[in-house]
């Protein structure tokens, strides 16, 4: 079984930061695209950066210049640094890892179980 756990979420300022981790364990033969998704009340969940294997990224262009989104690969680890923070970036934040536990079997998709981010005065 594959697990991962989120930490990093809680309550800052406009203008402040915040950096998101989660980190992926059980059994794991690699890790291809690790991204961040978030959903407010009503909405669906929305991508808000991914990062692939290689290292390459892809942003959101509501979160461009202010979000940097990282990786550990000997950790299983996935960052999200979140500067500027603004009263509309409060959601719920999901990590979503694809996954290939056993060589030759197919990948799968994994998803955190949620942190709270809010972005209030």
């Known amino acids: 079984q594959v697990q991962l756990v989120e930490s990093g979420g809680g309550l800052v300022q406009p203008g402040g930061s915040l950096r998101l981790s989660c980190a992926a364990s059980?059994?794991?033969?690699?890790?291809?695209?690790m991204e961040w998704y978030r959903q407010t009340p009503g909405k669906q969940r929305e991508l808000v950066a991914a990062?692939?294997?290689?290292?390459?990224?892809n942003y959101a262009d509501s979160v461009k210049g202010r979000f940097t989104i990282s990786r550990d690969n000997a950790k299983n680890t996935v960052l999200l640094q979140m500067n500027s923070l603004k009263p509309e970036d409060t959601a719920v934040y999901y990590c979503?890892?694809?996954?290939?536990?056993?060589?030759?079997?197919?990948?799968?998709?994994?998803w955190g179980q949620g942190t709270q981010v809010t972005v209030s005065p």
């Open positions: 979503r890892f694809t996954i290939q536990t056993q060589p030759l079997k197919y990948e799968y998709q994994y």
């Open positions: 990062i692939s294997s290689g290292g390459s990224t």
């Open positions: 059980g059994s794991i033969f690699s890790i291809n695209a």
